[in-house]
């Protein structure tokens, strides 16, 4: 990674973008991290709008809460390709922290989903939101999106979104004047 700004680095071969950015203000998050099962729905929901919420995990970043969640969106344009963020929210009670990669699709649009699919039933390939079974978005939730397949892939944007979450949130370390905010 190339650092872009004091907060911002990239990746040329990729386009990979990762950031970190303080958010000073409530945290928006639609629920609170202890509750999982609303929070993940609401997610859903909202991300559905747009493209769709893979997944939305409680991790631990330097013995902090904090919410792991990996999305998908459509790129403008005519090509019709993918981009795959993961991101980290450190809520506090009036502000968080916030860090994320945006990776886009590189190569041949849909190829992870193409070669899936031609393997499965599309009964298989597009179950149900696994946060809200009865959500139809902007973009599907596909089996494809799954973890298991991102050895299959290892170059695929989804596959380095997680790779990179995987490797960082054990090397991050946060503020102790920030850690000793109030929760969120």
Same mark, same amino acid.
């Given at each position: 990674?190339?650092?872009?700004?004091?907060?911002?680095?990239?990746?040329?071969?990729?386009?990979?973008?990762?950031?970190?950015?303080?958010?000073? @203000?409530?945290?928006?998050?639609?629920?609170?991290?202890? $509750?999982?099962?609303?929070?993940?729905?609401?997610?859903?929901?909202?991300?559905? !709008? *747009?493209?769709? #919420?893979?997944?939305?995990?409680?991790?631990?970043?330097? $013995?902090?809460?904090?919410? #792991?969640?990996?999305?998908?969106?459509?790129?403008?344009?005519?090509? @019709? %390709?993918?981009?795959?963020?993961?991101?980290?929210?450190?809520?506090?009670? !009036?502000?968080?922290?916030?860090?994320?990669?945006?990776?886009?699709?590189? @190569?041949?649009?849909?190829?992870?989903?193409?070669?899936?699919?031609?393997?499965?039933?599309?009964?298989?390939?597009?179950?149900?939101?696994?946060?809200?079974? @009865?959500?139809?978005?902007?973009?599907?939730? #596909?089996?494809? $999106? $799954?973890?298991?397949?991102?050895?299959?892939?290892?170059?695929?944007?989804?596959?380095?979104? !997680?790779?990179?979450?995987?490797? *960082?949130?054990?090397?991050?370390?946060?503020?102790?004047?920030? %850690?000793?905010?109030?929760?969120?």
């Amino acid at each position: 990674m190339q650092q872009l700004d004091n907060t911002t680095w990239g990746n040329p071969a990729t386009r990979d973008v990762v950031a970190l950015t303080y958010v000073n @203000g409530r945290p928006d998050l639609p629920a609170r991290l202890h $509750d999982l099962r609303r929070l993940r729905k609401r997610l859903a929901e909202h991300h559905a !709008r *747009t493209g769709c #919420l893979i997944e939305a995990f409680v991790v631990w970043v330097d $013995d902090l809460p904090a919410l #792991l969640r990996v999305e998908k969106t459509r790129t403008p344009g005519p090509r @019709g %390709a993918l981009v795959f963020a993961a991101s980290i929210v450190v809520p506090k009670d !009036r502000c968080s922290a916030v860090f994320q990669i945006i990776c886009p699709e590189t @190569g041949v649009p849909g190829a992870r989903e193409t070669a899936i699919g031609a393997q499965v039933p599309r009964s298989e390939m597009c179950p149900p939101h696994p946060y809200a079974p @009865g959500l139809r978005g902007a973009l599907p939730f #596909l089996l494809s $999106d $799954d973890v298991r397949f991102d050895p299959v892939f290892p170059d695929h944007a989804l596959t380095r979104a !997680r790779r990179w979450i995987a490797e *960082t949130v054990p090397q991050v370390r946060v503020d102790p004047s920030f %850690a000793a905010l109030p929760e969120f």
